[in-house]
């Protein structure tokens, strides 16, 4: 059995670049039931003697998607928000008021909740931006994930982690036993899969606000690197960078790290490589 869990995490980490700890191997056997069950399997070892036998491009996809960490909720740590509320919004906005455009980026955006938390936000602070062009790209390893964004339908206990009630009744449709995003928030979120360390990414704009929390936590430091030298070439140079609460930039070289009550957040140092995005 250790020697399918060994070949099981290296195939994961070729495909997702996430590391995944021997101590952690018990999480193959609950997050691969579905994907056995689907194939008519009854065990691990079954799976790994297919993946041995013969390549199978779709079966390692879906084994290496079915181990991705999709744990997201609502406005989650909801500091980031409110600082961009309170302080790094209204500045953004008064720099982009001949443009009139503002660009967002939530990687590794899951089922799309910080995506929509984004446009909850700006939709319910922020009136004057409805005349404005307003895009939220949300991009995941995961196509499972991105059809759920694409969709915006949530389950009542999706719903009741990090919404005020009245968030639910101003942006949500009630449909049956799910809460559908209504189209007004629907319009301005886009997404779509994309491997944060196959670069460069399929995303043609810089970006003024760029999400990528809670990630990295399970990349090689060589792949952090990558992920954040990616990041920092798309982002705007007056643009903003959150980080998870237990994450910071390996390489300071191109991040200026800021903190403002208590959240910290990166604005990039010019370098050439922001050069290459027009």
Known sequence: MQADFNYLRKMVNSLSHNVLDPSRDYLFETRLARLLRSREMSHIG?????????????????????MTINETSFFRDGRPFELLRTELLPSLIEKRMSTRKLRFWS????AGQEAYSLAMLLREHFPLLASWEIRIEGTDFSAEMVARASAGRYHRIEINRGLPARSVVRFFE?????????????????????????????????FDVIFLRNVMLYFS?????????????LLAPDGVLFLGSSEQPADLSQWNP???????????KAQLTNRNIA
């Not at 979120?189 to 704009?205: H, K, S």
């Not at 800021?258 to 990039?268: A, E, Q, R, S």
Request: charged residues 30%; hydrophobic residues 35%.
């Open 221 to 233: 430091n060589e792949s952090r690197r990558k992920v954040l030298a990616e990041a920092h070439r």
């Open 107 to 110: 990687a590794a955006c899951s």
């Open 258 to 268: 800021v903190l403002i009550g208590g959240t910290c957040h990166y604005t990039p």
């Open 174 to 206: 009630h449909q049956g036993e799910e809460w559908a995003i209504k189209p007004e928030l629907r319009r301005m979120c886009n997404f779509q899969q994309a491997d944060l360390c196959q670069t460069p990414l399929p995303l043609a704009e810089r």
């Open 46 to 66: 079954e799976l790994v003697e297919q993946l041995r036998g013969q390549r199978d491009a779709a079966l390692e996809r879906a084994v290496a998607e079915a």
